[in-house]
């Protein structure tokens, strides 16, 4: 079993930037890929970036490629979502998922955080 619990969310100005954390629970967090998502209002949730268990393997949403960047810190049970250049329709709830295998933009994964907002004004 994997607990993942995201914090850094909040309320920012377009432009800005936030960096969001997923802390997660369990031994074989090193062996996990890890990926965030977001759901937007009224909107279904969609991928935003992947980060494979080493690191190898990175993939980004178009929307969000060359302003975000994933990380993880298997020392600390961690990843990261680095945010820059904020806009409002980054506005969401984000999530952080864990899953065992190959790096996926897909849904198919086995954890899922309870996802921290993110509102980004004008």
């Known amino acids: 079993q994997v607990q993942l619990v995201e914090s850094g969310g909040g309320l920012v100005q377009a432009g800005d930037s936030l960096r969001l954390s997923c802390a997660t629970s369990?031994?074989?967090?090193?062996?996990?890929?890890m990926g965030w998502f977001r759901q937007a209002p009224g909107k279904e949730r969609e991928f935003v970036a992947v980060i494979s268990w080493r690191g190898a393997t990175i993939y980004y949403a178009d929307s969000v490629k060359g302003r975000f960047t994933i990380s993880r810190d298997n020392a600390k049970n961690a990843i990261y979502l680095q945010m820059n250049r904020l806009n409002p329709e980054d506005t969401a709830v984000y999530y952080c998922a864990a899953r065992e295998g190959r790096p996926v933009t897909t849904n198919e994964y086995d954890y899922w955080g309870q996802g921290t907002h993110v509102t980004v004004s004008t």
């Open positions: 369990g031994r074989t967090f090193r062996s996990y890929t």
